[in-house]
């Protein structure tokens, strides 16, 4: 099994990635040998990963992380960089090696105190393998103030150092940024391809595989919890019934709520499984004493943690709503199919009878409406409008079509 097995519908990529880390391989071979360094190399010490949500970016930037560190002794006998099997494959991947870092948030956004720390860490030489990687999974969520302190960073890279920057799009990151660093486009994997790796890794039953690859249009990350966990399948069915539920004005309101609802409860549960172990954890290390008081100068301190905590709610809140949101907008999709005579497989075969329903009694002009009634809702939702208010303004939309 080689570090590319989990890269899904990415053989181009995965050829350049390959390339790269064979140059990078020969490049320090050349530099600890003390010889000249090979012309014309694939390699550069920043790359930027953008594709569609569920396309596999920090999957692919993991995998040319562990090629990079790769110690197979079958590289010295013109073998490829990553076996898989190394130890510098196995801890690259699951996140134990020295070397490599890897950088995501919860919260909404990566600040400068954050980013000034891991430009630091990517001044350090390599300690065990043969580059310092740094992975920085939301390269979108940092701050116009963070941008600037990584810039500095990726124009002055350390030798041995790589950046690997994972956002959506080219445009979720500053010109400065991504000009410096060498971009590849990942693309929405096949649904035939998603679901053979939840059958062939994950054990999956076919049809469940078949059907929650179908469902989610090939997001892999989607795909397995939608196969796995049965509360992510109840709350999906719940989404797709929406449309049914909008024929009057209290309806409407209704189900905003209890979209809104559901994504509280996401957050709070999230909250309540992290937040109680990470304020203990913090009481201890500043020395609380019996009774739970703190010492003196620590209030600031559990300040910041709480203010933390709340912004992470807020984004667990909005990844959920996301999250309904995009099935929704696959449902309309559907419906627009059924209108237009399509011959596109469908998303939502396992509410047809509701897809005939809808795409029966309103025309494509509405069902296009409705879809940017959606996309708004989520717009508004990253403008920070209270969600609430965005998701009632989308289900009277739906309503009016």
Known sequence: MSVWDDLVGQDRVQEQLGAAAQ??????????????VPPGSRMTHAWLFTGPPGSGRSTAARAFAAALQCTSPDRALGGAPGCGFCDGCHTSLVGTHADVDVVRTDLLSIGVKETRELVRRAQLSPAVGRWQVIILEDADRLTEGAGNVLLKAVEEPAP????????????????????????????TPPVDAVADVLIRRDGIDPERAASAARATQ?????????????????????????????????????????????????????????????????????????????????????????????RRKTRTQRDSLDL????????????????????????NVDVRDALDRIARSSTPERTLRRIEAVIACRRALDRNVAPLLAVEAMTMALRAG
């Open 23 to 36: 140059d990078a391989d020969a490049l320090v071979t050349a530099i600890s040998a003390g010889e000249r």
């Open 160 to 187: 041995r150092t790589v950046w690997l920057l994972c956002a959506p799009s080219l445009e979720d990151v500053l010109p400065t940024i991504r000009s410096r660093c060498r971009h590849l486009t990942l693309r």
């Open 218 to 310: 090939g997001h892999i990350g989607r795909a397995r919890r939608l196969a796995t966990d049965e509360k992510a399948r109840a709350r999906r069915a719940a989404v797709l019934k929406l449309p049914l539920r909008v024929d009057d004005i209290g309806g409407c309101l209704k189900a905003a709520q209890e979209l809104v609802d559901t994504a509280a409860d996401d957050a709070k549960q999230v909250s309540e499984e992290v937040d109680v172990k990470e304020t203990e954890d913090m009481k201890a290390a500043l020395g609380a004493v019996a009774g739970g008081r703190m010492p003196r100068g620590t209030a600031g301190v559990m300040k910041e943690l709480v203010d933390k905590q709340k």
């Open 324 to 347: 309904a949101l995009t099935d929704l907008t696959g449902f309309y999709r559907d419906v627009l199919a059924l209108q237009l005579g399509s011959q596109i497989a469908l998303s």
